[in-house]
């Protein structure tokens, strides 16, 4: 079934990974690493999409393209 996407919000900031984190990422503690947190809505204003995520930019980049 297609969900379509009215809006979104979203919340981006620079973060230190921590422990677990660096873990994951296999990176340094306290390695720079992107936070994005996102909550796409329908319409009626319902959520159908959140998505909190964490990005090492350090040989990439964060693009977002909306339509």
């Known amino acids: 079934r297609r969900v379509l996407f009215r809006s979104a919000e979203e919340k981006i900031k620079a973060i230190a990974a ?10 340094p503690v306290g390695a720079p690493l992107l936070s994005v947190e996102r909550v796409a809505f329908t319409y009626g204003n319902k ?4 998505r909190h995520a964490r990005y090492d930019t350090s040989e990439q980049h964060y693009e977002n393209k909306l339509n």
């Open 47 to 50: 959520p159908v999409e959140i």
């Open 18 to 27: 921590d422990d677990v984190l660096a873990k994951h990422l296999q990176l």
